[in-house]
């Protein structure tokens, strides 16, 4: 059975920067401090700054990232409906517990699942969440890049997923302060995917994690970026989707594919659209010989 990556419910202020007015396709992906999720580490503070935290009646139940001054994306399947009351995201947020001095919280007043959603087989599992006001970009919130069509993720592209989720299948959260935490796993193809998952896996999909299990996103995660690097800039590849539990071996993590929603996306910003970079993957795709064992 796959598991959706979400929790029904579980368990101020801003470091000022001259990035306020510059657009966010031009500073997205850069992480000025960067040089558990299962199997993870922490992070360092300011690492993520594009990690977004959501709140709903005061707790944590999925992740998301920011993409200009005032959208988040995140997962569809994190939404039942389009009310936004008791919802809030915070940005800029280390820990969920105790002091967060670099944070800032906004609420939503839009939720936009995508149109084509379709929850029995997770197809299409985005959403945009618009916030109640811009936000200020500094050292410790700033927009990621997204992966524009046409991008490659060939299988053992190196990918980082971040979030506050629990560490095991089944609920065992972050102990205090439940700092945010960070995984690298590499990409698997599509088709290896498909082997695994039995011919359930979409082009809007892509899957990363290691064979042997042990590290993956978890319950809490949903909504979370996938990203990669490329140069100095850091794009998002995916969202945090679904799996089959967690850190299963043969059963990695699947994301929702960025890449194949440019379009969509930049139909509901209509202004500073977010900014979008090619990632394309160097030598051949394994991927394209694999054949399912029987």
């Known amino acids: ?45 300011g690492s993520w700054p594009w990690q977004a935290s959501l709140h709903k009646f005061g707790s944590h139940f999925c992740g998301g990232s920011l993409i200009n001054s005032e959208w988040v994306l995140t997962a569809a399947h994190c939404f039942s409906s389009s009310r936004t009351g008791n919802l809030d995201v915070y940005l800029g947020r280390q820990n969920q517990q105790g002091p967060n001095p670099n944070q800032v919280s906004r609420k939503v007043i839009k939720i936009l699942r995508h149109p084509n959603y379709i929850g029995s087989t997770n197809n299409n599992d985005l959403c945009l969440l618009k916030l109640s006001s811009p936000v200020t970009f500094t050292n410790y919130i700033r927009p990621v890049c997204l992966a524009a069509p046409g991008s490659t993720f060939y299988t053992g592209t190196t990918s980082w997923v971040t979030g506050w989720g629990t560490i095991s299948s089944g609920g065992v959260p972050l102990p205090s302060p439940q700092p945010l935490q960070e995984v690298s796993v590499p990409v698997v193809g599509n088709r290896k995917c498909n082997c695994n998952y039995g011919n359930t896996i979409s082009g809007n999909m892509i899957c990363a994690g290691l064979a042997v299990g042990g590290k993956d996103s978890c319950q809490g995660d949903s909504g979370g970026p996938m990203v990669n690097k490329l140069g100095t800039r850091w794009i998002q590849s995916g969202i945090v989707s679904f799996g089959k539990s967690c850190a299963l071996a043969n059963y990695p993590g699947v994301y929702t594919r960025v890449s194949q929603y440019q379009n969509w996306i930049n139909s509901q910003i209509t202004s500073d659209p977010p900014g979008y970079v090619t990632f394309s993957s160097s030598g051949t795709d394994s991927d394209i010989s694999v054949t399912c064992k029987i």
């Open 1 to 45: 059975m796959a598991f959706l990556r979400a929790l029904s419910v579980v368990m101020i202020f801003t470091f000022l920067s001259s990035c306020h007015s510059q657009q966010s396709s031009t500073v997205c992906g850069t992480s000025a401090l960067n040089s558990r999720i299962v199997g993870g580490q922490d992070g360092r503070t």
